[in-house]
């Protein structure tokens, strides 16, 4: 079936720094891509909606200053947490559906799992 | 607006026993409905999904759920849970076009008694 890679897996920084992290359609090519964020031992909830070769569409309450969505192309999206805080800890899940035909489905990275001291 | 109601948080059954996790969705239009699976520290799975036709679908595991309209319910059953179903199960909806975003509910922690 399709992958999503995502990369890294996990990643510990210092505060105020700058993070980035990648998702990538290996077998596929995916027009829209979707970042979530993953409190332990809550729900996914979507951060914003990644659109190839446009801005992205961030949900309410996100901070599209903080998190920086650019989708490249057709196969590559990356999410960047700028001046990373302990309180933007957390698992970040990519995801993608297929840019044409398939079945609709959504393809989910492993995720990153974010730690700032 | 779109939205997914997973009203039990944490459900525990006996290896053997029978399980079925609720799903309550609101949506516009037609929905596309999905069942993923997580185990603690990785990433989800999908055990099936609807957009149309036979409402009863099956999935991998030994998992089905039911699509009912009139209910707006997307229920996920099996007949016999194994110690290795312990997970997260999220319930989610959607469109089914590729821009479509896709919402999950708040999960149901499952939990097997040996």
């Known amino acids: 079936g399709a992958v999503v890679s995502q990369h890294p897996s996990w990643v510990i920084c210092k505060s105020g720094t700058s993070v980035k992290i990648e998702c990538r359609s290996l077998d596929f090519q995916a027009t829209t891509m979707f970042w979530y964020r993953q409190f332990p031992k809550q729900s996914l909830m979507l951060m914003a909606t990644?659109?190839?070769?446009?801005?992205?569409?961030?949900e309410q309450g996100v901070e599209k200053d903080k998190f920086l969505i650019n989708h490249a192309s057709l196969t590559l999206s990356t999410l960047t947490v700028t001046s990373a805080h302990p309180e933007d800890s957390s698992f970040y899940i990519c995801s993608a559906r297929a840019a044409s035909g398939g079945t609709g489905e959504l393809f989910f990275g492993e995720g990153s799992r974010l730690t700032v001291l | 607006a779109q939205s997914v109601t997973q009203p039990d948080i944490h459900i525990t059954v006996s290896e053997g026993a029978s399980l079925e996790l609720r799903c309550n969705y609101s949506?516009?239009?037609?929905?596309?409905l999905f069942w993923y699976v997580q185990s603690p520290g990785q990433g989800l799975q999908l055990l099936l999904k609807y957009f149309s036709g036979d409402t009863l679908v099956q999935g991998i595991k030994g998992f089905e759920a039911e699509f009912k309209r009139s209910q707006s319910s997307f229920n996920l059953r099996k007949p016999s849970v194994h110690w290795s179903d312990a997970a997260e199960y999220f319930c989610a909806v959607g469109g089914y076009s590729s821009a479509s975003k896709i919402i999950f509910g708040s999960g149901t922690r499952l939990s097997i008694r040996p």
């Open positions: 990644s659109n190839e070769g446009s801005k992205a569409t961030y």
């Open positions: 949506y516009g239009a037609t929905p596309y």
